[in-house]
């Protein structure tokens, strides 16, 4: 009888463990970004190389991405996403001043779901200072300013973040 009744506590224990996981995985999806926007979304996105590009976008996603760039982006990562000679160098408070997003740095190691989440959520989520977007950017503005930023990446560095892209989805 008191077998039993240990059981049951770590079956309920058990169930309990389960569900709570289930929740948080709901709560933290893995590309969460705005659902309201017509166009592709990033589950949707091929990689097979576009004519013009030879990339995963389109010429003319990554021409509208300029804009968006220009208006939400430049003021911090610099207008050819080139950022400030000193990024490297932690301001007084402690944190990093905006990366350049050309290819330079850091941006490239992630692939489009993490980008995106960058982009969505901003630094927040990773104790960091960059403003969220996803208030002020559709999903497809999203995906337009990463392909006008990639097209600043050489072809070296862009077949590296293919890898990266590609052992992501797996
Ligand atoms: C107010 C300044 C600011 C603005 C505006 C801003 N960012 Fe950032 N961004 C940052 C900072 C600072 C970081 C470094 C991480 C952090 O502190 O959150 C960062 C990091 C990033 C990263 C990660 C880079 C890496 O090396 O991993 C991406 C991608 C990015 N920003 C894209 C964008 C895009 C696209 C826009 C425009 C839609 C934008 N940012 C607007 C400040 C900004």
């Given at each position: 009888?008191?077998?039993?009744?240990?059981?049951?506590?770590?079956?309920?224990?058990l169930v309990l463990m389960v569900t709570a996981c289930d929740k948080k995985e709901k709560e933290t999806p893995a590309v969460s970004i705005n659902t309201s926007s017509n166009s592709a979304s990033f589950a949707e996105l091929t990689l097979t190389p576009k004519s013009g590009t030879d990339r995963w976008y389109f010429a003319e996603q990554a021409e509208r991405g300029q804009a968006v760039f220009a208006a939400n982006c430049a003021v911090c990562h610099g207008n050819n996403a080139e950022a400030t000679p000193?990024?490297?160098?932690?301001?007084d408070?402690?944190?990093?001043p905006p990366p350049p997003l050309n290819?330079?740095?850091?941006?490239?190691?992630h692939p489009l779901s993490i980008l995106g989440r960058t982009i969505y959520f901003g630094g927040a989520p990773v104790g960091g200072?960059?403003?969220a977007f996803k208030d002020k950017l559709t999903e497809s503005d999203i995906i337009d300013?990463?392909?006008h930023f990639q097209s600043y990446w050489s072809?070296?560095?862009?077949?590296?973040?293919?890898?990266?892209?590609?052992?992501?989805?797996?």
């Open positions: 009888m008191k077998m039993r009744t240990i059981t049951l506590v770590i079956c309920l224990f000193h990024w490297k160098t932690p301001n408070s402690g944190h990093y290819g330079s740095a850091h941006a490239w190691h200072q960059m403003p300013v990463i392909a072809d070296d560095i862009y077949d590296r973040w293919l890898q990266i892209e590609n052992s992501s989805r797996n």
